[in-house]
């Protein structure tokens, strides 16, 4: 039996895979069996490889197996895997602290530590809870975006605003008030939909925990794009009506929309913001949920104590790599390295508009989309045609329905970049026609 086979014998017969329809997938799917990732691109059992195109799920920012970070965590591993994190610190958790409060958005001055992305926002769901109880408040009910994506755990499911995501479980999840998103076109910062935003904030104010938001970019929704004046008129409501708001950047963090933070673009600043994904490089399992001093001192106050944590919390492992991170970003200059990938990434896509089966394109950093469909959903089955298409030619494209996108690593080399863009190019063609 070829390695291949064993794996695949023991996959279909043991595991249960994420978002997956496991039926269909018993029977008609053969999954990509990888051995190794380096750089931009994944590497199979027989030796082919395949351009990341979404650097894993956004989170391997800067490449597989950057050697900076394999070799912090080699020099971790050696003096200290894990330790409990209550009475107890170490090196790589503290400064990691000091090191991401120092590019954090002003007056953001704490760090919690966690797992991954939705134990971030569970977290900041949490903590604003347990913050407005300490005013006497008992609010129950969080506002957030439609389509919006938080993660998966009980509480990020209840905040989550796509549609098959949420049903199955529609029935016990925490109350949440889906507010519109504005239209493509409509003026982001007086239209309706800022205006319902507005009036829920100052009519409901004090019976919402807060606003929880996915600045600039709705990553899971479909790459579907809100401009900074959203923001800034969801910050200036929040601020003038005293309620709270999360920006969940667990996506759009780490240089991903061209700024190491998408909140910087608003010139704006959260009350809570979470960070996973890039913020370990995509190499472990890490998050972080940062506070204002405000936050901070209200649960540092009389006997008050935030009745949360992981076993794998400020993890040494997961803590010295994101600290690395901070580092390559800081040394190799990622940001500015950056911005002539995104302009040849935007210049793409607005010429990808004329391919036939094209409905619109959209980029914002190092994000660029096109739907197949004029109302793109997530159970759209167009992609999937573009995704088998884009394999064939040596590119892992998995589609968010009729959605194609692309999220490559941050140092992606120029030339990838050229090659991935031909490829989807190719296997838009090849789907639609000539
Ligand atoms: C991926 C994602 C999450 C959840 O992160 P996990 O690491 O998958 O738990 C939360 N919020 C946003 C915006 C995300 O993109």
Redesign the pocket.
Known sequence: MSAREAILRADKAHVWHPYTQMRRYLDEVEPLVLSRASGSYLYDVDGRRYLDASAS???AVLGHGHPRLLRALREQAEKMGHVAFAGITHEPAAMLAKELCAVAPAGLSHAFFS???????ECALKMALQFRSFHGARPRRFVALEG??????LG?TSVGGVEVFRRPFADVVIDCVHVPVPEAGEDHGQSRAVQALVELVEKEGASIAAVVV?PLV???AGMRMVRPEYLRALDAACKKHDVLWIA?????GYGRTGTMWATEQAGVVPDIL?T??GFSGGLL?M?ATLVSDRIFDAFATGDRAFYYGHSFCGNPLGAAVAREVLAVFREERVLETIQPKIAKLRAAFEAFTALPGVVRTRSLGMIGALDLATSSSYLGTRGWGVYEAALARGAWLRPLGDTVYITPSLTIADAELDELLGIVEASVRAVAGP
């Open positions: 799920w956004w989170v797992d991954d992305g939705s134990t971030a926002v919006a994506f938080h993660g998966d755990t990020c996915e709705q990553g899971a969940d950047e667990v996506f759009t979470c996973a994904k399992p998050a």
